[in-house]
């Protein structure tokens, strides 16, 4: 079936095909008989204007690509959830990838969305190469969310790392515990820095002597393993992991092996998902601000498409601590 052009709009209202273009351009210069005649036309034929042509000769297309690490963990829902809200709210319609914690299929979702003509990109916790980065970030505005890079014309929005970890730190500290442990997100975007942070805030509360961190993932998985790793060892009173996922999977090692949350180790996770609320885990989390990231995002690729030459922008925002049954003062 042949869709219908504005040219037979124009035909079966008897009128130009400029008159028709200006009609869904709400053109004032346009009789309201001449209007009502065009519009009944085209809702007869069917007839929709073609949005995307229109945006292209704008070269705007009111589109913001979103691209996500990984799916499978709850956060980047509840990211989507709050970012596509933003995007929406601010006038645009979001594009969505996932880069399934690869970073050259992150840079290829990337090109496709700038060969798509996005107005922007914002990347959340991406894993793309610095020099892919710049170039791209040649082409369309970008804005990479929880990775601090320092790229001339890649903003950042953060949330404040050392805040999250000293939050932790200080709640386990002001409920007695003393010998924290810290299963870290490896290699993944803000494991370095939440790391970082949890070591300096104990050495600030004098107990560098009892820090312990182990290397993991952002995955239920790597928590299970850290956890299997500990049982077998001498066991914190506290755990402190890198995100809630791990957190799950710390909890379900701990208790196959009947070891009480919080009675006898107390659990701290990140992010505060929708499995920090779960009731069977009731998780203190800390909890990123994902709103006013958002808000930050689509006002630094408004900006950057205003002043595409500006040198680029990190904003850093604060987290607050949820407080929740997995944590209690040590047993005496």
């Not at 959830?81 to 996932?98: H, I, K, Q, T, V």
């Not at 009892?210 to 506290?238: D, K, N, W, Y």
């Amino acid at each position: 079936m042949t869709r219908p052009t504005m040219e037979d709009v124009a035909a079966a209202a008897g009128v130009s095909r400029s008159l028709v273009s200006l009609v869904f351009q709400d053109s004032p210069k346009v009789s309201e008989a001449s209007r009502s005649r065009v519009l009944a036309e085209a809702e007869r034929l069917g007839y929709r204007p073609n949005v995307l042509a229109r945006q292209l000769a704008s070269n705007r297309t009111k589109t913001i690509g979103i691209l996500l690490d990984d799916l499978h963990n709850p956060y980047f829902a509840d990211v989507l959830d709050a970012f596509e809200a933003e995007a929406e709210s601010a006038g645009y319609r979001a594009l969505l990838a996932n880069g399934r914690r690869e970073g050259e299929r992150e840079s290829e979702a990337l090109r496709t969305f700038i060969d798509h003509r996005v107005d922007g990109v914002i990347l959340a916790s991406p894993r793309i190469s610095d020099s892919v980065l710049t170039s791209m970030s040649k082409i369309a505005p970008l804005v990479c969310v929880e990775r601090r890079v320092d790229l001339p014309r890649v903003d950042v929005v953060m949330h404040d790392e050392q805040i999250g970890a000293q939050l932790v730190v200080d709640h386990l500290v002001g409920l007695g515990h003393r010998d924290i442990v810290h299963i870290d997100g490896g290699s993944g975007a803000g494991a370095a820095a939440r790391r970082d942070w949890f070591m300096q805030s104990m050495r600030d509360a004098g107990l560098a002597a009892s820090m312990r961190v182990i290397g993991g993932e952002f995955t239920e998985h790597a928590g299970r393993e850290a956890a299997e790793q500990l049982v077998r060892g001498a066991l914190p009173t506290a755990i402190y992991c890198a995100n809630d996922a791990v957190a799950a999977g710390v909890a379900a090692v701990l208790q196959r092996e009947g070891i009480s949350i919080p009675g006898d180790v107390s659990l701290v996770g990140y992010d505060d998902t929708m499995l920090a609320k779960l009731d069977l885990l009731s998780l203190t989390s800390v909890r990123q601000p994902l709103a006013a990231m958002a808000n930050a995002s689509v006002e630094l690729i408004n900006r950057r498409i205003d002043k595409p030459r500006r040198g680029a922008d990190i904003v850093d925002i604060a987290p607050t601590l949820v407080t929740r049954r997995s944590t209690a003062a040590p047993r005496a």
